[in-house]
């Protein structure tokens, strides 16, 4: 991302915004976090306000600069924290680059305080809160989401029951990422069936990304999660619509077919909704619309 130029960002990802309408999804968040550096970080944003002006695709932008330490504050780990805070959200909220912030908090990567920390500075600046929580071990993660009013938080692989608890009571959307796990030959899949069983609402995404996973087909994460972590296929098909719009804030628009929503529709090859998770790997999609009007 540091080598790139910004026209070069956009033309590649313009590719892959093509690639999602084609496999059905027709409105996504999208998360800025590899250039790690205050001009960086501005430039994926920027690209990704671009994209959304010439793409059929809705994307929702968040600000990610949280979601490693750069090889220069290797050994100042306070000092990347405090540039976040002090550089990057203030310029992102100027410029209007994104809705939410997000941090990866993870044992080796930003602790709990400085989550708390990040969150709070970007809340301060009008971002909503995401998190990465509790992907690897249990950091308390999940109950810091909760905590602080996050609208979702991702992965959940190794929640506590307290994480799962806090979550349900405070509203956070638990959004599973199960191509994550599949990408990288994990066998511990996040705990959905305890989550529904405890109260909580979950959304379900691909989590696409360079680093551990590069799956595009909602239909194929629906399988994942009916096959390992729990939900059944009604359960997987409302995380994919009407809940992955809570996540986003967007449930006043979007994940219903209803009188005054977007007419984002998808025409399928099936005669129930059991055959899209069955079809494993082999989208069954006919047609796409967006907006109302069909996409060639």
């Known amino acids: 991302v540091r080598d790139a130029s910004e026209d070069q960002l956009f033309e590649e990802c313009l590719e892959r915004v093509n690639f999602f309408l084609s496999h059905g999804t027709t409105t996504i968040e ?17 690209v990704i306000k671009r994209l959304n002006e010439v793409s059929k695709l809705d994307i929702i932008p968040t600000f990610m600069g949280a979601h490693a330490f750069p090889p220069e504050y290797e050994d ?3 000092g990347y924290v405090d540039l976040i805070c002090s550089e990057m959200i203030p310029a992102v909220a100027r410029e209007k680059l994104a809705e939410y912030c997000d941090v990866f908090c993870e044992r080796g990567y ?18 909503k809160a995401r998190l990465h929580a509790d992907e690897f071990v249990d950091s308390g993660a999940a109950e810091l989401a909760a905590e602080l009013g996050a609208v979702s938080a991702d992965h959940l692989m190794a929640v506590s029951d307290a994480g799962i608890k806090a979550m349900a009571e405070k509203g956070v959307i638990a959004t ?21 069983d405890s109260g909580c609402e979950l959304a379900l995404a691909t989590d696409f990304n360079p680093g551990s996973c590069t799956i595009q087909s ?16 009604e ?33 399928w090859e099936l005669n129930e909704i059991n055959e899209i998770p069955y079809w494993m790997g082999s989208d069954r999609i006919l047609n796409v619309m967006k907006k109302g009007k069909l996409l060639e």
Not at 218 to 233: N, Q, R, T
Not at 237 to 264: I, P
Request: aromatic share 8%; net charge positive; charged share 20%.
């Open 218 to 233: 909602m239909p194929l994460i629906i399988s994942l999660a009916c096959l390992y972590c729990g939900l059944s296929i």
């Open 176 to 196: 599973l990422l199960p191509g994550t796990t599949l990408f990288l030959g994990k066998n511990k899949y996040a705990p959905g069936r305890k989550m529904i």
């Open 110 to 127: 930003f602790s709990v305080e400085n989550a708390r920390k990040i969150l709070k500075t970007a809340k301060k600046h009008g971002l």
């Open 30 to 46: 999208a998360k800025s976090g590899y250039g790690l550096t205050v001009t960086d970080e501005l430039k994926s944003l920027r």
């Open 76 to 78: 100042n780990h306070d």
């Open 235 to 267: 359960e997987a098909f409302m995380a994919t619509t009407w809940n992955g719009a809570r996540a986003l804030n967007r449930e006043k628009e979007l994940g219903v077919v209803s009188t005054g929503y977007q007419a984002d529709l998808l025409f």
